[in-house]
Every structure is written in C-alpha cells, then in structure tokens.
C-alpha cells in the first residue's frame, strides 16, 4: 500500500535538476512523461532504486559506475536516461537485475494505464522502482502485489521499497505461478511471455502488458459478454 508523503528518504536538494534531466532524457527517445505518470516519477526518484555500484548499459558496451570513488558519474549515470545493471557478486559478467530505462518504463505504464484503487500483479520485482511507481499510481485505495524469483533480489529491494515509504505485497517464489490468492487483478505487469496462469488471475477487462527494453506489448481480457 502507498503511502502519499513521498516516501520515507529525504529528497537531496539537487535532486529537482536532475529530475528535469531525466525527463528531459526520456523526450529524447518518446513523447514527454505527462500527468500522473511524471508526478509520480517525481515522488519517487530513481536513485532510491540503484545500486551504489553499478553498470550502465551503453548502446556500445557496459560502463561501470561507484558511487563511493566517484559520486558525480554516478549520480550523472543515475539521471542520464540509461539503463543500470546490477552485477552478480559471484559472477560479475551476469546481471542480477537491471534498473530499467526511463523512457522504457513509461511506455510500460502507458500500456498499463494503471489507475486509484486498482488491483495491480507485477510479475518480476527486480530494482523495486516500477513497483513504487505503482503504488504512488494506484494511492491508498489501490494495492500492488509483486512477486519476485529470487530471494535475494526480493530482500534488497524490500529495504529500498520501506525507505521509499510504499509496502506493496512482495511475495517470493515462482513468477510464473503469480498469485492467485489476492486475484482478481485490474493490471497485470510481467516480462514478454504471458502464461494462461497470468491471464485466469485478472479480471474481465482487465489490461496485460508483458514487455522489456526492447519491446512491449498490451494484451485486454476479455469481458463476460
């Protein structure tokens, strides 16, 4: 559930230029961000969601960021518009989950159109940044469950989701099972493919949207009649 004070970590005061970065980095790739969807990307900034080390995903290659040795990249990588990966500790040429890109993640929302008071299925938490982006989206009357494969993703993310102020329903364990137990769902979020698992657990009317950096598509339920 969300809470509506923009969450529990102080907001740094040149955070506000970096937003508008941001935003302008996502008009760069796609029209603006505009109404509930920019409000809430300014309630809940990225940076609360990536990780202190890090590697941006360039058109060209990976580039690695510390917050720690040089805070300025970091904070510049964070707001640039691009893509951040977590490395895996024990295997740093894999991805333990990737922070998606502005631009990509609000052409998501839009498909999804998530709205006040709906019931929303996120498949795959991962960074935690969509997710507190839906429970800004959906309010206090809303509720957000997200369920996410690996544990300890799920428990990083959890931390950052608290000292963000939301508390969404994360649940661990199989994705493609959902989560049938607090179905029916208004919104379902989930990568490409879309078992018939995901589709039983959403409403009549309900709108789908599997998708990743690359593409994404909207799939509505169909109603009763």
Request: with cysteine; net charge negative; glycine share 8%.
């Amino acid at each position: 559930m969300s809470r509506q004070d923009g969450g529990a970590r102080a907001m740094l005061p040149h955070i506000a230029w970096r937003l508008e970065e941001m935003l302008a980095a996502i008009a760069e790739r796609r029209p603006r961000a505009t109404g509930a969807i920019e409000q809430a990307l300014r309630k809940v900034p990225r940076h609360w969601f990536v990780p202190s080390r890090g590697l941006v995903l360039e058109d060209d290659g990976a580039r690695p960021i510390d917050r720690d040795d040089d805070p300025t990249a970091w904070w510049d990588a964070v707001y640039s518009g691009r893509p951040i990966a977590t490395p895996s500790s024990r295997d740093p040429s894999s991805y333990r989950c990737v922070v998606l890109a502005p631009s990509c993640v609000v052409d998501l929302l839009e498909l999804l159109d998530p709205r006040p008071g709906q019931r929303i299925l996120e498949v795959g938490t991962g960074s935690g940044w969509i997710t507190a982006l839906l429970c800004r989206l959906t309010g206090e009357s809303g509720s957000v469950t997200s369920v996410e494969g690996d544990a300890t993703v799920a428990e990083e993310t959890w931390r950052n989701l608290v000292a963000a102020g939301v508390r969404p329903h994360l649940i661990v364990g199989d994705t493609a099972r959902g989560c049938p137990e607090r179905a029916p769902y208004d919104r379902v979020l989930a990568p490409a493919v879309m078992p018939d698992t995901w589709v039983a657990q959403a409403r009549p009317g309900a709108v789908i949207v599997g998708g990743n950096d690359r593409a994404a598509m909207r799939l509505v339920v169909p109603s009763d009649d």
